[in-house]
């Protein structure tokens, strides 16, 4: 291949003052196809070389296990393990920041939002989880709107009855138990 190389070098270019000129664009990009032909003949066994030396790491790493006796092996696999534990305490770690912040949000909003809440409200929606209050939050706005049900769910606002309705809540077993003894509050 470089022979051929040369002589089209040599067919093609003109030397003038040490420097190489082609006559035209064809015979310089068969110059430099040639030249990229021999690199990429230099590089052509690289993924079976690869395959190879995988194969090759997977086998030293068989017999140094052969090798080792039952306490090295128990503690080559404890370190093991401790390094996965690590990872995973890391990702739960940061889960449990992120929660944190996600839980801080949610706070936010639902401080805001409880301004327009009656006192009979908020005691229902601090007796639900955080997640749930916003839903409720916005029901009792449904409620209060001018057209609402005005007066719906806002009872007579005694602690007793902000306490029974609160109990009621954290016995509720699912979202939908928590809903009807929203709305049967509301209808009182």
């Given at each position: 291949?470089?022979?051929?190389?040369?002589?089209?070098?040599?067919?093609?270019?003109?030397?003038?003052?040490?420097?190489?000129?082609?006559?035209?664009?064809?015979?310089?990009?068969?110059?430099?196809?040639?030249?990229?032909?021999?690199?990429?003949?230099?590089?052509?066994?690289?993924?079976?070389?690869?395959?190879?030396?995988?194969?090759?790491?997977?086998?030293?790493?068989?017999?140094?296990?052969?090798?080792?006796?039952?306490?090295?092996?128990?503690?080559?696999?404890?370190s093991?393990?401790?390094?996965?534990?690590?990872?995973?305490?890391?990702?739960?770690?940061?889960?449990?920041?992120?929660?944190?912040?996600?839980?801080?949000?949610?706070?936010?909003?639902?401080?805001?939002?409880?301004?327009?809440?009656?006192?009979?409200?908020?005691?229902?929606?601090?007796?639900?989880?955080?997640?749930?209050r916003?839903?409720?939050?916005?029901?009792?706005?449904?409620?209060?709107k001018?057209?609402?049900?005005?007066?719906?769910?806002?009872?007579?606002?005694?602690?007793?009855?902000?306490?029974?309705?609160?109990?009621?809540?954290?016995?509720?077993?699912?979202?939908?138990?928590?809903?009807?003894?929203?709305?049967?509050?509301?209808?009182?």
């Open positions: 291949m470089s022979d051929e190389t040369n002589k089209t070098d040599a067919q093609t270019a003109e030397p003038k003052g040490g420097e190489v000129i082609f006559k035209t664009q064809a015979d310089f990009d068969a110059v430099i196809q040639g030249r990229l032909a021999k690199e990429k003949a230099k590089y052509a066994d690289y993924d079976q070389t690869k395959e190879t030396l995988a194969t090759l790491q997977a086998e030293i790493e068989e017999r140094k296990k052969a090798e080792m006796s039952e306490l090295e092996k128990a503690q080559a696999e404890l093991e393990w401790k390094a996965k534990a690590s990872e995973y305490e890391k990702s739960v770690k940061q889960f449990k920041t992120e929660q944190e912040a996600r839980d801080a949000k949610e706070t936010e909003k639902v401080e805001a939002a409880m301004s327009e809440l009656t006192d009979t409200q908020k005691g229902i929606v601090n007796a639900l989880p955080l997640y749930d916003m839903s409720a939050i916005n029901e009792f706005k449904q409620v209060n001018p057209g609402g049900m005005q007066g719906a769910g806002k009872g007579n606002g005694s602690p007793g009855q902000n306490e029974d309705l609160a109990t009621q809540l954290q016995g509720a077993k699912n979202q939908r138990e928590r809903d009807e003894i929203i709305r049967r509050s509301m209808k009182n």
